[in-house]
C-alpha cells in the first residue's frame, strides 16, 4: 500500500515539476520578448518633435482617478491628464493642443479644471494655441461646449449643430411603480433636503427638493457661462441670450460666433501642424504621457514625498472594486488601510486625498475619516481636492482636512442622513407567494422586508439616524470651525455648488488637483519649485480588481436569479402585463438599496 501511495503521489510531484518547468519556460521567454520590443523601440525611437502638437480626446468625460485593466489599455484618467498637462507646460517643444470635443458630457468641476490647466499651458511658452473640434454638440448640458470655448478657435463639421441649451436635471420617482406593485418605501430621512428619499416616496419634487435642485442648476450654470463669455469674448448677457435660442446648425453657429471655422478632424490637425511649425507632429496626449511621465515621478532624488490617495466611487463596505448597480465603488476598508500605509511611510511628508463621490455607507466613510484623523495626530497634513462631486459620505470623510479645494462647479455638502427599507410582502402575494417568517428575538424581524416596524422599532430606526446626524453636524462644526447652530442650519441634507460652498465655509478654496498638490508640498514643509515625488495610493492591481468586479457581479447575478424565479408565475405575468399601457416606456427605471448618507 504504501509503494502504491509513493508511487501516485511521485507521479503528482513530477507532474508539478514539469508544469512548472514550462511555466518557467513561458514566462522566460515573455521577459525575453519584452525586452527585444524595448530595445527596438528604443532604436526606432526618432525622439519627440521640437514642434509638437498634443491631442487630447474629452468626449465623453473621464473617470476621475486611474483605473487598472486586465484586457487592454484603460483610458486616460483625469489625474492623468492634469499630471500630463502639467509636464507639457514646461515643455517647450510641445506648441499646441488639439482638442476633440462635442459628444457626452463633462463633469462641471472637470471641464473647469482643464480651464486651468490649459491656462498654466498657454502661460508656459509664447505662441501656445488651443484648437477644438467637433463633430456635433450633441451632448446633454453645455460641458462640452465649455471646453471648446476654452480654445482659441471652435471647428465644426459642415452638418453639425451647437445643442448648448443649457442645464437639465431629470428625476425619474418610484413611488407610482411601487404602488403598481404594492411595493411601500419606509425611510427615514435627516432632513427635508436629503432628497435621494423622494425618489422612492414621491410622485414629484418637493418645495425643497426643488429648492435646492434650481439652485444648484443655476449657480453651476451662472459659472460655466461666465468662463464661456470670456473664452469667446462675449457679453455674459449676448451669450445666454444665444443659448436660450440654441441650438445651432452650423452656418448658424458661426453667424452667432459660437464656432470659427468649418472642418473635419483632419483639417482641424492639418491647420494645428501649420501653427506649429516645420516638421510638426500630432502625439496623443496619453502617448506622451506615458513617454514623458509624471512631473511629480521623482522616486530617486526628491525634497519630499507625497501620498495622493484615489478616492472615487460609491462608499461602501469593505473593499474597492467594481458593483453591478453603481459602477465603481470606494471600499472604507481599502482607502482606509491605503491612508495608514501612507502615515507608517516616514518618506510620506503629507497626504492629499482627491474625494469624487456621491456618498454611501456612514459606517465605511467614518472609518476612512478616522484614518485620516490619526494620520493627522501622527503629524501628516491632510488637504483634500474635491472633484465633481464630493457629497454625503464623500464630504463627511473631508471636512476635518487641514485644507479643502473644490471648483465652482463641484457638487458638496449634503450633510444629511437616510435609511430605511422597501416592504415587499403585498407585492410577493400579489404574485401568488406568501411569505412567511419564523423568527426567535423580538426584534428578529426588524430589517425584514416583509414586515412593518412596530413602534418600539421604528424608535430604534429614527434613534440611529439622529445619532448618525448628530455625529455628522457635530465634526463639521469641529473641522470646519463654525458653530453648529450654523452647520444645522446649511445640513439637513442640502447639496451645494462649490460656489455655495465656499460662501458657507464648507470649502476653502477653489482650486483643481495642481493647486491642492502645490498647498499640500508647502504644508508639508517643501520648498517652491522643489521636486515632489507623489506616490497614489491605493496600489490595487488590475487583478485584484478583476476579481472584485467577478465576485460582485456573481452575488448580484444569484439574487437577479432569485428574482426572476420568484416573478415565474402566471399572476406575476399578469401583473407585468399592467405596464403595456404604455406607462413605463423609452426610459430605464432603477432601483438601488437606500443609503445611510
Do not use: C
Not at 444629511?416 to 424581524?445: C, E, M
Not at 488590475?542 to 476579481?547: E, M, Q, R, S
Not at 428574482?563 to 401583473?575: C, G, T, Y
Request: cysteine-free; hydrophobic content about 45%.
Amino acid at each position: 500500500m504504501f509503494t502504491f501511495l509513493s508511487a501516485v503521489f511521485g507521479w503528482i510531484g513530477r507532474r508539478f515539476l514539469n508544469a512548472f518547468a514550462v511555466l518557467g519556460t513561458l514566462a522566460a521567454l515573455v521577459v525575453i520578448v519584452f525586452a527585444g520590443l524595448a530595445i527596438i523601440g528604443a532604436i526606432a525611437d526618432k525622439g519627440l518633435s521640437n514642434n509638437t502638437v498634443l491631442a487630447l480626446d474629452a468626449r465623453g468625460g473621464f473617470t476621475d482617478a486611474p483605473v487598472p485593466t486586465v484586457f487592454g489599455d484603460a483610458p486616460m484618467s483625469f489625474i492623468d491628464v492634469i499630471f500630463a498637462l502639467k509636464k507639457a507646460s514646461a515643455d517647450p517643444r510641445v506648441k499646441g493642443i488639439i482638442l476633440r470635443v462635442g459628444q457626452g458630457g463633462i463633469a462641471g468641476a472637470h471641464a473647469q479644471e482643464l480651464k486651468q490647466a490649459f491656462e498654466a499651458f498657454r502661460a508656459g511658452g509664447q505662441g501656445r494655441f488651443i484648437i477644438a473640434q467637433a463633430g456635433s454638440f450633441s451632448g446633454p448640458g453645455i460641458g462640452q461646449y465649455y471646453l471648446a470655448s476654452l480654445a482659441d478657435e471652435i471647428w465644426l463639421q459642415r452638418t453639425s449643430e451647437v445643442n448648448a441649451v443649457g442645464m437639465l436635471s431629470t428625476t425619474v420617482f418610484l413611488r407610482g411603480f411601487f404602488d403598481k406593485f404594492l411595493v411601500r418605501a419606509d425611510i427615514g430621512q435627516r432632513y427635508e433636503f436629503k432628497n435621494a428619499a423622494n425618489v422612492y416616496t414621491e410622485t414629484d419634487y418637493t418645495p425643497a427638493h426643488r429648492e435646492a435642485t434650481t439652485r444648484l442648476l443655476q449657480s453651476i450654470f451662472d459659472t460655466l457661462t461666465v468662463d464661456i463669455a470670456a473664452g469667446r469674448k462675449m457679453d455674459v448677457a449676448a451669450l445666454r441670450s444665444l443659448i436660450d435660442n440654441a441650438p445651432y446648425l452650423t452656418q448658424g453657429a458661426l453667424d452667432a460666433k459660437l464656432a470659427d471655422r468649418i472642418g473635419f478632424y483632419d483639417d482641424a490637425e492639418k491647420a494645428a501642424k501649420d501653427r506649429a511649425g516645420d516638421g510638426a507632429e500630432v502625439v496623443a496626449l496619453a502617448d506622451y504621457y506615458a513617454r514623458e511621465g509624471s512631473p511629480y515621478a521623482n522616486p530617486n532624488q526628491n525634497d519630499g514625498v507625497i501620498a495622493l490617495i484615489a478616492a472615487e466611487g460609491a462608499i461602501v463596505d469593505g473593499p474597492s472594486g467594481e458593483d453591478f448597480y453603481n459602477g465603481r465603488v470606494m471600499g472604507g476598508d481599502t482607502i482606509a488601510q491605503a491612508v495608514r500605509d501612507a502615515t507608517a511611510d516616514p518618506a510620506v511628508k503629507a497626504i492629499l486625498v482627491r474625494v469624487n463621490s456621491p456618498g454611501g455607507s456612514a459606517l465605511a466613510s467614518d472609518v476612512m475619516l478616522d484614518a485620516l484623523k490619526k494620520a493627522q495626530d501622527k503629524g501628516k497634513k491632510v488637504v483634500v481636492s474635491m472633484g465633481p462631486v464630493a457629497a454625503s459620505g464623500g464630504y463627511w470623510m473631508s471636512m476635518q482636512a487641514d485644507e479643502i479645494f473644490a471648483s465652482p462647479a463641484t457638487i458638496t455638502g449634503s450633510i444629511g442622513v437616510l435609511s430605511g427599507k422597501v416592504i415587499l410582502r403585498d407585492t410577493y402575494r400579489l404574485a401568488g407567494l406568501n411569505p412567511v417568517s419564523i423568527g426567535i428575538g423580538a426584534n428578529a424581524n426588524i430589517n425584514s422586508e416583509f414586515d412593518d416596524w412596530t413602534p418600539e422599532q421604528r424608535a430604534k430606526f429614527e434613534a440611529s439616524l439622529d445619532q448618525i446626524y448628530e455625529r455628522f453636524t457635530s465634526s463639521v462644526a469641529e473641522g470646519r470651525k463654525i458653530p453648529v447652530e450654523t452647520v444645522r442650519q446649511i445640513a439637513r441634507g442640502r447639496v451645494w455648488s462649490g460656489a455655495d460652498a465656499i460662501g458657507l465655509k464648507l470649502i476653502d478654496r477653489f482650486g483643481g488637483l495642481s493647486d491642492a498638490l502645490d498647498e499640500t508640498a508647502r504644508l508639508a514643509g517643501i520648498p517652491s519649485g522643489g521636486r515632489i515625488d507623489v506616490r497614489i495610493y491605493p496600489q490595487v492591481s488590475a487583478w485584484d480588481n478583476f476579481w472584485s468586479s467577478l465576485g460582485r457581479a456573481a452575488s448580484t447575478t444569484q439574487r437577479l436569479e432569485a428574482f426572476v424565479k420568484a416573478l415565474d408565475s402566471d399572476a406575476a405575468r399578469a401583473v407585468l402585463r399592467l405596464f403595456d399601457d404604455g406607462a413605463v416606456r423609452d426610459g430605464e427605471v432603477r432601483m438601488e438599496p437606500a443609503r445611510l448618507q
